[in-house]
């Protein structure tokens, strides 16, 4: 083999591995838009997160107000309608 060959054979490998090198620049610039593209959604899940977080903590501290309540007034209803329907029957 001929030192013009051996050149030419050299060039060829260099320019293959050229390619091989663009090729993979290519896949980890694709890659990055795809590692961005999950931080911005993990971003936003971390923030819903936060939120249900809150809500839990101020459930935890008006639910048992609210549900309270709800049975007092259910209780003052039961009270009033069960007192008028034995007025009416005092009535009648």
């Known amino acids: 083999m001929s030192v013009s060959e051996r050149i030419e054979s050299s060039q060829e490998q260099v320019s293959e ?5 663009a090729r993979v620049r290519q896949a980890l610039d ?3 838009v795809i590692v961005d593209g ?3 959604v993990l971003e936003f899940t971390d923030d819903v997160l936060v939120k ?3 809500v ?3 459930s935890r501290t008006w639910l ?4 309270a309540g709800t ?9 009033v309608v069960v007192w008028r329907r034995r007025g009416r029957r005092d009535e009648e």
């Not at 049975?71 to 009270?79: L, P, Q």
């Open 71 to 79: 049975a007092v007034t259910a209780g003052i209803v039961v009270a």
């Open 56 to 58: 839990t903590r101020t």
């Open 52 to 54: 249900a977080a809150d």
């Open 38 to 40: 999950v931080e911005d």
């Open 30 to 32: 694709q890659a990055e």
């Open 17 to 21: 591995a050229i390619d091989q090198v």
């Open 64 to 67: 048992p107000i609210v549900i």
